[in-house]
């Protein structure tokens, strides 16, 4: 058995990362953590490296913090909560949501606090039927984080945020769905091979138009429509000039599949 705490595999156009700690549901601690960084790092400094998909290990997604590393009675004085989110979670959520290639995730069970919210952070979600998403959080006495009070306003309004926050109830992932949290719910033995086929996809796709689109998406959220507007003149200008646009407009012009060569 592959004992690395997040597994790589280098494919034909795309990587992917598996968490890869199911005894403990692939819960992060430290080594976890500094793994999916540098693969993460090796991900985005690599030009053949078209999407990356991120799933887990065994029958969960990954519990969030591993909480072995938190017992009270072993750490005596109480952590610096602030510190790891600053140090860890953070830079974790913006590594992701600043690729500038499309970053799958095939949550492929149980996904609870900072696991949930690590899932949220990913471009596409693709959820086995089977799992759920759970904000543990405030079993434990805390509040959400890696972007969990965020998605969750901003994906399904105060309502279900607070709700989902406060009773920590698992969502179904048929529900997720149904209320745009993610992109789709798949039979479990579909996951996989969904979520392969996009990140071929994707392989084959123009990455740099991928990472302008979600530079521009990202901007909405914080923008009204006329600043928006000017986002997408400036980014669509970058995209126009671009030998992938040109490629494009000839594959359709000449009636065959692009041949797009990232640039
Ligand atoms: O601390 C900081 O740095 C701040 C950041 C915090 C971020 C956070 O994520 S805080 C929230 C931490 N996560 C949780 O509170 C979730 C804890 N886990 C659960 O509530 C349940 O395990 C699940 C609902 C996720 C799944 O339940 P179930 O019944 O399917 O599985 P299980 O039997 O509870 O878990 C299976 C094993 O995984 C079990 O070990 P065992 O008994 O077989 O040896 C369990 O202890 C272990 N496990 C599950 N989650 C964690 C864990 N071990 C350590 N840490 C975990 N988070």
Redesign the pocket.
């Known amino acids: 058995m592959n004992e690395a705490p997040v597994i790589h595999e280098r494919r034909d156009g795309y990587h992917v990362l598996t968490l890869n700690r199911p005894?403990?549901?692939n819960?992060?601690n430290e080594a976890q953590h500094l793994a999916l960084r540098a693969a993460l790092e090796e991900c985005a400094a690599d030009a053949a490296c078209g999407a990356v998909l991120l799933t887990g290990a065994g029958?969960?997604f990954c519990?969030?913090?591993?909480?072995?590393?938190?017992d009270p009675t072993i750490q005596g004085e109480s952590?610096d909560?602030g510190m790891?989110?600053e140090t860890?979670?953070n830079p974790l959520v913006r590594q992701i949501r600043g690729m500038e290639k499309p970053v799958i995730c095939a949550v492929n069970?149980?996904a609870?606090?900072?696991?949930a919210?690590i899932a949220f952070a990913c471009d596409i979600v693709l959820a086995a039927k089977s799992a759920k998403f759970?904000q543990?959080?405030s079993?434990?006495g805390?509040i959400p984080?890696?972007g969990g009070t965020w998605w969750l306003t901003r994906h399904l309004g105060e309502a279900r945020a607070k709700a989902l926050a406060l009773t920590a109830t698992?969502l179904p992932a048929e529900d997720a769905a149904a209320w745009g949290l993610i992109w789709k719910a798949v039979d479990d033995d579909r996951l996989m091979v969904e979520a392969v086929a996009l990140a071929e996809g994707f392989a084959a796709g123009p990455t740099r138009a991928y990472a302008l689109t979600k530079q521009a998406i990202h901007a909405a959220s914080a923008n009204g429509l006329e600043d928006q507007l000017e986002v997408e003149r400036n980014l669509q200008r970058e995209a126009g000039w671009s030998d992938d646009y040109k490629e494009g407009v000839k594959a359709f012009l000449e009636k065959r599949p692009a041949n797009f060569r990232k640039g």
């Open positions: 005894d403990r549901l819960s992060f029958r969960g519990a969030g913090q591993d909480l072995s590393d938190r952590p909560l790891t989110l860890y979670y069970g149980v609870a606090g900072a696991g919210n759970i543990a959080f079993k434990i805390l984080d890696a698992p």
